[in-house]
């Protein structure tokens, strides 16, 4: 199985993919965690990472490929199936992504477009607490710590990321819809794209996403 997960910040990505790790043994491909892991190393584009985040700027297009494409060179279990979480965000990167594929013979299977309410995403967002010793992450209504700010794995301080509110949130949406509407479109085209409620809890965008798996 081979799959892209799209969806705006608090529509579930994570979750979901933390269940089709477990359930369907896919490897999770997430471009954020390979680019903070790049940027720790002293390689030529670990270098070139930090020299552009060292300025705000965004990363281009064309090195978040090159670290894909990198990925599917050197790790055989992507063979068995995998998730892309974070990649393509343009139809650029989309159509890269399909090139790279076609090389190797791995075409994509689906496209599931986590759709939910800004209202839903708002009361995710501002509601999610991240330990700062260990990642691990509550929320103060559906998964709250036993002891309040303070993590239950290690015991570390729970903060509120500083993007996390009403006003950031507002305009990570607005630059999600502009961004990503083409590659809805894109995926719509070629028949892959899967729209799935994500105004839902956890379990039922599981049971959703089986009936489409299987």
Known sequence: MRIVLLGPPGAGKGTLADHLKEKYRLAHISTGDMLREENKKDSPLGRELKSIMAKGALVPDELVTKLVQQRFATDPN???????????RTVNQAQDLDAILAGL????????????????????LTGRRVCRKCAALYHMTYKPP????????????????????????????QVYQESTAPIIDYYAKQGK?????ANVDAPEVRRAVAAILK
């Not at 290690?154 to 009403?166: H, K, T, V």
Request: aromatic share 8%; charged share 30%.
């Open 146 to 173: 036993v002891k309040a700010g303070v993590c239950d794995v290690c015991a570390g301080e729970l903060y509120q990321r500083s993007d996390d509110n009403e006003k950031t949130i507002q305009a990570r949406m």
């Open 78 to 88: 992507l063979k068995k199936g995998f998730m892309l979480d974070g990649f393509p």
């Open 193 to 197: 794209l899967k729209k799935i409620d």
């Open 105 to 124: 013979n791995m075409p994509l299977d689906f496209a599931l477009n986590l759709e939910a309410s800004f209202k839903v995403l708002l009361e995710r």
